[in-house]
């Protein structure tokens, strides 16, 4: 446990030049000044679906592997599958905290915390074993959007906390970015509402490194994120296999095994053995019923 006085030259640059800046911020980790400099705040929805999950997965994962430091909350949800894809990707990572350093919140992400001490840092403007209230969310915001460089807001409801997050970001003169969602998901609200206001639409990791000066970055990541699904629909012979006339039908949308049955004029037991194969083979996935394209 350590503690960095405002004052002090260790205090991150980005986030004492806000308002309001915390007089101390504590930590929990292995303090190296480098974690600050390329920092990117990844935020969305605490209810996220599975194309947030993509999204993060696809996305947020190549970014720290190109070498951004991803800062979220470390609540469930977008959040924590930030904070996961950094440290799956090697990458390093930042959680504030909505309460003290030690209290950790929700406490069945004990063993995500765990990661992120061992390689990154938790921080809070809070002492070590404050529980902090639904009060301190908001204050953690303008931690997360003040130690970044730039915001991407993944999903967002009507009174997402993200929004929040954005606005503050905004307000500091960073960069937001966001990607287009389904018009029919209540997650969609809070990103449509982003682009409208000019944030910059997201498709790929290098929309995020181009658009923005991150410095000694690894910039790699300038294929689609769809390269491997266009790598299969690029294989004609394979389109032509029921596995493969299955997997072009989810790419268009999640379907249930019901779903494809009637599509396809299928039993059920055609199409769940298939859909097997397919997720044996690492080309789609299932979650709660439905199948997805990875």
């Known amino acids: 446990m350590g503690e960095l006085i405002k004052t002090s030259q260790e205090y991150p640059r980005l986030l004492r030049s806000i308002k309001d800046a915390p007089k101390v911020l504590y930590y929990a980790g292995e303090y190296n000044p480098a974690i600050f400099f390329n920092t990117l705040a990844v935020v969305g929805s605490r209810a996220v679906t599975a194309y947030g999950e993509w999204v993060v997965t696809n996305i947020v994962k190549e970014l720290a592997r190109a070498g951004l430091t991803i800062v979220s909350g470390f609540m469930y949800g977008v959040d924590a599958l930030a904070h996961k894809a950094a440290l799956d990707a090697a990458g390093k990572t930042i959680a504030v905290m909505a309460g003290g350093v030690s209290h950790i919140f929700p406490s069945y992400q004990e063993d995500l915390y765990n990661r992120?001490?061992?390689?990154?840092?938790?921080?809070?403007?809070?002492?070590?074993?404050?529980?902090?209230?639904?009060?301190?969310?908001?204050?953690?915001?303008?931690?997360?959007?003040?130690?970044?460089?730039?915001?991407?807001?993944?999903?967002?409801?009507?009174?997402?906390?993200?929004?929040?997050?954005?606005?503050?970001?905004?307000?500091c003169g960073r960069k937001l970015f966001t990607v287009p969602s389904n018009l029919n998901s209540l997650n969609s609200f809070g990103t449509t509402k982003l682009l409208k206001a000019g944030a910059t639409l997201v498709s790929e990791p290098g929309d995020i490194l181009n658009a923005y000066p991150f410095s000694n970055i690894t910039n790699n990541s300038r294929v689609s994120t769809v390269s491997s699904v266009n790598k299969r629909l690029l294989n004609a012979d394979w389109l032509g296999t029921f596995p493969g006339r299955v997997y072009k039908k989810l790419c268009l949308e999640p379907q249930t095994a019901d779903d494809l049955a009637r599509y396809f004029e299928k039993t059920i037991t055609e199409v769940l053995t298939t859909a097997t194969e397919l997720v044996m083979g690492g080309d789609i996935h299932e979650k709660e019923g439905k199948y997805y394209v990875n």
């Open 116 to 171: 992120i001490v061992a390689t990154g840092l938790v921080v809070s403007e809070f002492n070590e074993t404050c529980m902090g209230g639904g009060w301190s969310f908001v204050r953690r915001n303008r931690i997360v959007a003040g130690l970044s460089k730039a915001v991407f807001v993944v999903e967002a409801g009507e009174s997402s906390g993200s929004l929040i997050t954005a606005g503050i970001a905004k307000a």
